[in-house]
Structures are given as structure tokens and as C-alpha cells.
């Protein structure tokens, strides 16, 4: 079974979750916590990236291992594994998986991904430690679901946000934004106040008449990239206790996705350990 998906930017994404993976289970193995991988847009283990003629050669593999198999590749291993995708083909896909490997503990659902991660979060335990990978494939998630999962104080987080999407749904004049798009940005974003956050004013020219100057008129723009990225990791640090620097995914030089990365444990060794250990493997990628 075929899973087409991404592109350059995944192999980038991949190893990034990879590494973190590995830093995380290794720091832990010694502890006595219940260690949970979730990946609730899991797909079937692996992808074949969408590529031109020219990244193929970057990319000469047919399939790439995928979040599913890069975790269960990781050693030491976690202890439980939460697999999750909507879609009956792929969760056959992940059931065919977890019966390779009857030692490992599963849990593979059939579900939203929303509802699937809230189950989750709503089970964990005082011992109980997780890293809670989510990848969706367009504007699937709901902010209240990251809000959930900041709640255990226990989980990290590594989110694919949809930037190309967003800035799709919100084009550069404020005034073209598509009515029925307003409640799915308000529940992507967890707010109805993203468009007095998304932009600014921008004074248009003066306009004259007869050589009477008339009163300027208000124009609207959205910020930049960057200047979106940093109010989204401002979003995530209003909920989590910790938010990094945003990984920047381009596709073809454009702008494509944020890799988020945030800790709800509020304890301070944990978060700065956090802080150094991300900047580490970001800078390394």
C-alpha cells in the first residue's frame, strides 16, 4: 500500500522527530515512568514523497520509514505505542503492524484525530509520560485538542502546523477571507481574535480630489511569516510551559509548515532541559 505524502521537507521533519525520540527514551530509561509514543495521524509506517524530477535525485528511495517505524525503531523503546488514522485502510495498515511485533504494546484506533488524543490524555496516569507527535493533513486539528494535551503536564508535543493552508485562508487583504473559512480558523486556532492578531493597518496613499487632500483610508494587511510563526509559538506558550522556535518547512522556496515544538511539564529542569536539547537537534538537522 502506497501512502504519497510530502516532499524534501519530510525527510527533514522526520529526522528531526527522530532524534528527539531517541534523546527522549534514552533520558528516561532509568526512570520509573510508563513511557507512550502517540501519533495520531499515523498513516501506514511509511511514505512515498511527492517529488519533481530534480528532488528525485535528492530522494532516490522509493518509500521513506515513517513516524510509525521511526518510533518503533527507537532504543530503548517506549513502552506503549498509539497508533491512530481515520481512514480504514491505513488503520488496517497499522493493525497488520502492531501483529509484526507481539511483544509491543498497542493501541491502534480507527478515530478523529481529536477524539482520539483527548481519550489519551483523559487516561494518563502520575507515572505516566508521553510524546504526542501529530501531523495532520490539512486544518484536522482543533486547538482545544493541544490545549488537552498541555493539560497532563506530563506530555511533549511535535505539531506540523498547516502554514501554507493558513495563509491561504487568510490572503493578504483581510477583506477577501471566505465566510465559511471563520469557524474553521476560530477552532485551528482557538481564538475568534486571529484576525485583529493576523493584521495590521496599513495607511494606504493619500487620495486628492481637485487638490484637496482627503482623509486617508484604513487598508489592512497580514503579517509576515515571521511574524506569524512567533504569534503562533506565543499562542502555544499561553497554554504549555514551554514553546520553541519554530522549524520553517519549505517546499520549492515557499513557505509550507511550522514545526512546533512545546513541553507541558512546568517543572524548570524539565523545560530547560527542553530548550537546550530541541535547539541542539534543530541546529544539527
Known amino acids: 500500500m502506497k501512502h504519497e505524502f510530502g516532499g524534501l521537507w519530510t525527510r527533514k521533519k522526520l529526522e528531526l522527530l527522530e532524534k528527539y525520540l531517541q534523546f527522549y527514551t534514552t533520558a528516561l530509561k532509568n526512570t520509573p515512568f510508563t ?37 518503533l525503531d527507537v532504543t530503548p523503546p517506549f513502552h506503549v505505542y498509539h497508533f491512530n488514522d481515520v481512514d480504514k485502510d491505513r488503520a488496517d495498515a497499522l493493525r497488520q503492524i502492531a501483529k509484526r511485533h507481539p511483544s509491543i504494546t498497542f493501541n491502534i484506533g480507527e478515530v478523529d484525530a481529536n477524539v482520539f488524543v483527548r481519550e489519551f490524555c483523559s487516561t494518563m496516569q502520575k507515572l505516566d509520560r508521553a510524546v504526542v507527535f501529530l501531523d495532520p493533513y490539512s486544518t484536522e486539528l482543533d486547538w482545544q485538542t493541544l490545549e ?6 506530563k506530555a511533549d508535543l511535535w505539531l506540523l502546523f498547516p502554514l501554507s493552508t493558513l495563509l491561504r485562508m487568510t490572503p493578504k487583504n483581510g477583506a477577501q477571507i471566505r465566510p465559511e473559512w471563520r469557524d474553521k480558523l476560530n477552532r485551528l486556532l482557538g481564538t475568534a481574535e486571529w484576525e485583529e492578531a493576523l493584521y495590521k493597518e496599513k495607511t494606504a496613499p493619500v487620495s486628492r480630489d481637485l487638490f484637496v487632500e482627503q482623509d486617508s483610508i484604513p487598508v489592512f494587511e497580514r503579517i509576515n511569516v515571521a511574524e506569524l510563526s512567533a504569534w503562533l509559538v506565543k499562542r502555544l506558550e499561553e497554554v504549555f510551559a514551554y514553546a520553541a522556535e519554530p522549524v520553517l518547512l519549505k517546499n520549492n522556496g515557499k513557505p509550507l509548515f511550522l514545526f512546533l515544538f512545546a513541553v507541558a511539564n512546568p517543572n524548570d529542569k524539565a523545560k530547560g532541559l527542553a530548550n537546550r536539547v530541541v535547539k541542539h537537534i534543530i541546529k544539527s538537522t
Open 35 to 71: 513511557l507512550h509514543f502517540v501519533d495520531a495521524f499515523a498513516g501506514i509506517g511509511h511514505q512515498n514523497s511527492r517529488t519533481t524530477k530534480e528532488q528525485s535525485e535528492l530522494l532516490p528511495e522509493d518509500s521513506l520509514p515513517g513516524s510509525v517505524t521511526i518510533a
Open 148 to 153: 488537552c494535551i498541555a493539560s497532563t503536564k
